[in-house]
């Protein structure tokens, strides 16, 4: 969505297409104008690039450094580096997430990304005591006075890590990824945010990383942020990092056109809790919303694995080009915010399980059978085939982000990953270690029916598949 053209919002509201186009992330509205059409997978092997992914993007950096970073300098000041940055670190150059950034990141010519304004709005986030009040939280409330935009500090901006940790810090919680209007039918109550997956934290006294804020033309808005798709509350303790299992912005976004005379879209529809399409414009590729605790020893960002994560850059540009996307490619955010966020990232950590007699009989099985794609020490590694793992190979030969693999994803913390695989189809470590869940009838998945594919360890017997999962519980 354009910002620079919000005061036309309730008529463009009319049209489904941009019915539907609200309800997608930040992250799936990122391909090229043009339309996708099949063809061969112009794959290039990052082994093409003199940079091979170091296994811990983090190592090298001080994070808690007072002094400006070189590598950190180069990302905030020196356009040919991040375009340089970005070409290594595309797999497959002909899909059209990678057409889209190499028509307009970093191009020095006109229609460049560089030459759209820069969006740092003020910004409030959704109090717990508004789900209280008679109609929940709404918009017309508008900003209060104490709203806030990013203060970004001249260390921030010569590039010393420590004050760029603590920008993204903040900006998790407070960086609008996309301004939404149809957010109201889930923030009318406690139990409305709890239907449809907004977490309501006491200690922060925030509802789902949800904020206020305002368009450029001055129009109120709601807006989500990082905070909204991964953290999720266990035990009483908001997890930061950990992707939401309950966000259910399809079926929210389905509510909201009905109200407003519309009919919800099969594809949003089948979005179901903890998803989001993150390749279409249709909404018709949903995958899992995932785990951000360990993604400094991913080897591939994205679930078919579309960028080489190179360096902590890699994962900035990504996060810098989400939101430019987001914004319907006519806002960007500041590039410092976008560095902080990638180096706040590298701050999170996950929290071993409980080391016990039959994790460490797991640990031989797991070094014997699952290690040769989830090393050591972190259980991540490179990509793979989409043959290899056997599960939905659709969104892997996408013609938006598809690279005909797979990535490896960590296993640090997956005991409390509450949805499994690229698409979300089981609930914990024990279904995936469930031979029953290949077979027809099955039940315990997230839809109805079998979960094929991912079969590795699943030919053990009972005892020897417990230990599996006690270990990957110690992790």
């Not at 992330?25 to 992914?53: E, F, I, N, Y």
């Not at 266990?234 to 005379?261: C, H, Y």
Request: with cysteine; glycine share 10%.
């Amino acid at each position: 969505m354009d910002l620079r053209h919000t005061p036309a919002l309730p008529r463009r509201l009319k049209a489904l297409a941009v019915l539907a186009a609200l309800a997608l992330p930040a992250c799936s509205r990122s391909g090229s104008s043009k339309s996708p059409s099949p063809s061969p997978l112009a794959t290039r092997d990052a082994g093409a690039s003199a940079r091979v992914p170091p296994g811990d993007i983090a190592a090298g950096i001080e994070l808690t450094s007072t002094q400006p970073d070189p590598l950190l300098v180069r990302y905030l000041q020196d356009s040919t580096f991040r375009r340089a940055e970005l070409e290594a670190a595309l797999v497959n150059p002909g899909n059209l997430y990678s057409q889209d950034r190499l028509d307009h990141y970093e191009t020095h010519r006109a229609g460049d990304w560089a030459d759209i304004a820069e969006f740092n709005p003020r910004v409030a986030p959704i109090r717990g005591g508004e789900l209280d009040a008679p109609g929940g939280a709404r918009i017309a409330s508008g900003l209060p006075a104490d709203a806030a935009a990013l203060v970004i500090t001249p260390e921030m901006r010569a590039g010393v890590p420590a004050a760029l940790v603590e920008l993204g810090r903040q900006a998790f919680f407070r960086y609008p990824a996309q301004l939404v209007w149809h957010f109201e039918p889930g923030l009318r109550s406690r139990q409305t945010a709890a239907q449809y997956g907004f977490w309501v934290d006491p200690e922060r006294d925030e509802v789902g990383g949800v904020i206020r804020t305002r368009s450029t033309e001055g129009v109120d808005a709601f807006a989500y942020t990082c905070a909204t798709c991964h953290a999720w509350p266990i035990d009483g303790k908001l997890v930061i990092g950990l992707g939401n299992p309950r966000l259910d912005l399809g079926a929210l976004t389905g509510q909201w056109m009905s109200e407003n005379g519309q009919r919800p879209t099969p594809e949003l529809a089948a979005w179901g809790p903890g998803r989001a399409d993150v390749s279409t414009p249709e909404g018709r590729d949903p995958v899992r919303l995932p785990d951000l605790r360990s993604v400094r020893y991913l080897h591939h960002l994205h679930h078919n694995g579309t960028l080489s994560q190179l360096s902590v850059i890699t994962l900035a540009i990504r996060l810098e080009t989400l939101l430019v996307t987001g914004f319907g490619k006519g806002l960007r955010p500041p590039r410092e915010a976008a560095l902080g966020l990638a180096l706040y990232l590298l701050t999170l950590r996950t929290e071993p399980g409980p080391t016990t007699e039959a994790s460490a009989r797991g640990a031989q099985l797991f070094a014997a059978r699952c290690a040769s794609c989830h090393r050591p020490p972190a259980g991540a590694g490179p990509a793979v085939s989409l043959d290899s793992v056997g599960t939905d190979a659709h969104l892997g030969h996408s013609a938006w982000r598809g690279t005909g693999k797979w990535r490896v994803p960590t296993l640090l913390g997956v005991a409390l990953r509450q949805t499994l695989l690229h698409d979300g189809s089981l609930t914990s470590v024990e279904a995936l270690m469930d031979p029953a869940r290949t077979q027809p009838g099955y039940t315990g998945g997230v839809r109805p029916g079998p979960v094929p594919g991912h079969r590795f360890g699943l030919d053990l017997g009972p005892g020897e598949r417990g230990d599996l999962v006690a270990y990957l519980r110690s992790l």
